[in-house]
C-alpha cells in the first residue's frame, strides 16, 4: 500500500472515531475567540481566561479568529507562546487568521513582511489534517490539492448535516496591496479561496447540509472603506458567495471579526453574518428548528478593547 493511500486510510478512521461522540447529535454548540487589545504584550491572561471557560462548557469544537492580539508583535516568539496555549485546552481548537497575524504586521528592512510571516504562521499551525488541542479534530485542508498545496489555512469539517469552513480573508482590503506590477500574493489568494469556496459548498449539496458556517477576519459583505481608485479585495468573493448562496437550500453563516451588533445575526436572504466581539462567544445549533443558529449572549465576555 502507497504511503498516500495508508496517510488516507489513517485520516478517515481517525474521521470515524472523533465522529460518534457528536455526529448523531441535531443540537451542539461551538465557542468562538476573538482576542482583544491588550495594555501588556507578555500577559496572556485574556486567553488563557477564555480557553478556561470554553473547556469547562460542553462545545464540540472552538474556533480562534486569530492567532495573536492585534497590539502584540510578529515574532516567532509570539506565535509559539500562543500555539502553547491553544495546544494545552482539552477542546478541539480551530485557527481561522486575522490580518494582524501577518497582512498587517510591520515592514522589515522597508519591506513588507507579510508574505514570510503568512508563510511561517502556516508551517506552525497547519502543519498536519488536526485541529489544535487535546481534542483533536480531524479537517480537510485545501493544502491536500496539489495546486494548492500552499493553503493549509483553508480547512473544513462537518458535524451532522452542518459543514464548517474557514477562509483567509484578512480585513485589510484582503490585503491587496497598491504597487506597480503583480499583485501576487492577493491574486493568488484570490484564485485559491475562490477554488476553495466552490470546493465547500459542492461538499455542502453532497452532504445534504443544512447549514454552512464560514470563519473568516473580515466581512466580505461590507462594503470596503476605499481611497482613491483603490480596488474593492472582496468585490469577486462577495460576487461568488451570493452566487453559491442563491443556489443552496440551506442557512450559510458567516462569522468575522467586524464585530457591531453584539448577540445579533444580521440576515439578508438565507446569509448571516455576525461580528465576533473580542472575549469568547457561545453559537448553539438547532439544526430541526427553522432557527438554526443562535448566539448566547452571556456567554460573551468582557475585554480591553475591539480590534
Not at 484578512?170 to 503583480?182: E, I, L, Q, T
Not at 465547500?200 to 447540509?209: G, L, N, Q, S, Y
Amino acid at each position: 500500500m502507497s504511503r498516500t493511500a495508508i496517510k488516507t486510510l489513517a485520516l478517515c478512521l481517525a474521521m470515524w472515531q472523533a465522529a460518534p461522540a457528536i455526529a448523531d447529535s441535531a443540537e451542539f454548540s461551538f465557542g468562538v475567540i476573538t482576542h482583544a487589545r491588550t495594555s501588556n504584550p507578555e500577559d496572556n491572561g485574556a486567553l488563557q481566561s477564555a480557553l478556561e471557560a470554553t473547556d469547562s462548557d460542553n462545545l464540540a469544537f472552538v474556533v480562534i479568529q486569530g492567532v495573536k492580539p492585534p497590539n502584540v508583535g510578529c515574532t516567532d516568539k509570539a506565535y509559539l507562546r500562543q500555539k502553547s496555549e491553544l495546544d494545552g485546552a482539552r477542546n478541539g481548537v480551530i485557527v481561522s487568521l486575522a490580518a494582524s497575524d501577518w497582512a498587517r504586521c510591520p515592514p522589515e528592512s522597508g519591506r513588507s513582511s507579510a508574505i514570510g510571516r503568512l508563510g511561517r504562521l502556516r508551517d506552525l499551525f497547519f502543519f498536519d489534517d488536526f485541529s489544535l488541542g487535546a481534542s483533536r479534530i480531524p479537517v480537510i485542508r485545501q493544502s491536500t490539492i496539489a495546486k494548492f498545496r500552499g493553503f493549509p489555512e483553508n480547512a473544513r469539517w462537518q458535524i451532522g448535516d452542518i459543514m464548517f469552513a474557514t477562509i483567509n480573508l484578512p480585513s485589510n482590503n484582503n490585503n491587496f496591496v497598491v504597487d506597480a506590477g503583480r499583485n501576487s500574493e492577493f491574486e493568488d489568494r484570490l484564485i485559491a479561496n475562490r477554488d476553495w469556496l466552490n470546493r465547500v459548498f459542492t461538499f455542502a449539496h453532497r452532504e445534504k447540509a443544512i447549514g454552512i458556517v464560514l470563519f473568516s477576519d473580515s466581512n466580505p459583505f461590507s462594503s470596503a472603506r476605499l481611497s482613491g481608485n483603490q480596488r474593492d479585495g472582496f468585490a469577486e468573493t462577495r460576487k461568488l458567495l451570493s452566487s453559491l448562496a442563491a443556489k443552496f437550500p440551506g442557512k450559510i453563516l458567516v462569522l468575522h471579526n467586524q464585530a457591531s451588533r453584539p448577540d445579533t445575526i444580521a440576515w439578508n436572504g438565507n446569509i448571516g453574518e455576525y461580528g465576533v466581539p473580542a472575549g469568547w462567544t457561545k453559537v448553539n445549533i438547532a439544526s430541526r428548528q427553522a432557527k438554526v443558529f443562535s448566539i448566547e449572549p452571556h456567554a460573551t465576555q468582557s475585554a480591553e478593547g475591539h480590534r
